[in-house]
């Protein structure tokens, strides 16, 4: 299978995809929010599996 990452857009609504992420913040505090990321980003981790996480953390830090 193809593990390459998209850098193209591929959410159908985008700014409703980042609202909910707000949404989800909403009223948390800032050690919750920080929990809240971790542990989006493990699940999100599990999904897309180690390679395609390899690259997007790549990227990631490259772009920072």
């Known amino acids: 299978p193809d593990m390459s990452l998209t ?4 959410l ?3 700014d ?3 609202a ?3 949404a989800a913040h909403k009223g948390l505090s800032e050690a919750d929010t920080q ?3 971790a542990r989006l ?3 999100l981790m599990n999904h897309v ?5 390899a690259e997007a953390l790549r990227l ?3 772009a920072g």
Do not use: I, M, Q, S
Request: glycine share 4%.
């Open 49 to 53: 599996g180690a390679e395609v996480f």
């Open 12 to 14: 159908a609504d985008p």
């Open 60 to 62: 990631a830090r490259e």
């Open 7 to 10: 850098l193209t857009p591929n």
């Open 35 to 37: 929990a809240l990321n």
């Open 41 to 43: 980003v493990l699940v």
């Open 20 to 22: 909910a992420l707000l």
């Open 16 to 18: 409703a995809a980042y």
